[in-house]
């Protein structure tokens, strides 16, 4: 996940380097370094700087790792033929190398021509069964295929060895819960808390679950979760907050009777709509109205 620091960084860079102000390496290098999709902007500044050949041999031996982002950045944008160009570049200076492979099967992926792609991925994790990026390429084709069933066998299989990926387990849940899929999806946020119990949005996404799940039980953990996010986010995470209103509203009738919890959520239900009116009437004060309206269907208001 990228830190508060790190994203006012590349905030600031991008910033910069959009209007001309310099810094296009160290922003390619950030953006890299924390992997995130700016692919656009990567294929503007990265040319730029492959297309002038004095900025270009400045980089060292970093030279061949711009192609490598180039190209992939170019797959992304469908900008194809750069792609091949930045490939063929690679392949010339690294002959025998399983990386350039990589990217020549990438780009067949990117072509949409399946079934070649599927067999130069598979030749590659015959030569190296523990090659993270292709696992990876393999479900992220079954998924571009719309082949569920096979992404989920492979991402389930991918994380027999490698249980500790944040990564996969989220893409996975998130499979999970495209296909209503939703104790499965649990099971996977319950890993994800596990390991990383400090991010917020484990959190939520696995509160969400529970509460779509239904069931006293299910809505009574659901709520304990949107508090953990609230209290992870400092108290200001709105989806959360109306998630207590909704499971507050929904244990009220499932638990009647219960004198000691309903006065529990009566005290959580009320601090509930009061912060959720405060957001509101300072972030968005044109939709006070629907807030009010989803709050009396629920009996909150």
Known sequence: MVSKTEEEQIKNLE???DNGGG???????LVRK????????????????????????????????????????????????????CIKVLQKKFPQSRRVERLQAMLLEAKGLWTEADKAYASLLEENTLDQV?????????????????????????????????????????????????KQAAFCYEELILSQPT?????????DVLYTLGGLENIQTAKKYYASTIDLT????????????LCTSAIGHLSKG??????????????SVVALEKEYKQK???????????LRNLRLN
């Not at 991010?199 to 509160?207: K, S, T, V």
Request: hydrophobic share 45%.
């Open 15 to 17: 910033s910069q380097v």
């Open 284 to 294: 968005a004060p044109n939709k006070t109205a629907l807030l009010n309206a989803a």
């Open 234 to 245: 400092g108290g200001k995470n709105i989806k959360a907050i109306f998630g207590i209103c």
């Open 199 to 207: 991010i917020p949005l484990y959190h939520l996404a696995y509160a």
């Open 34 to 85: 924390l992997k995130l999709r700016r692919s656009h902007k990567v294929l503007k500044h990265g040319l730029h700087i492959l297309n002038n050949s004095k900025a270009r041999s400045a980089l060292g031996p970093e030279e061949w790792t711009l192609y490598e982002q180039v190209a992939v950045a170019a797959m992304d944008c469908n900008s194809l033929d750069v792609a091949k160009d």
């Open 23 to 29: 810094g296009v390496w160290e922003y390619l290098c």
């Open 258 to 271: 219960r004198n000691k919890e309903d006065k529990e959520n009566s005290e959580l239900q009320s601090l």
């Open 134 to 182: 292709v696992h990876k390429r393999r479900a992220a084709m079954a998924k571009a295929q719309g082949n569920m069933s096979l992404a989920i066998e492979i991402i389930t299989k991918y994380l027999e060895v490698f249980m500790a990926d944040h990564e996969a387990w989220r893409e996975l849940a998130e499979i999970y819960v495209s296909l209503q899929m939703y």
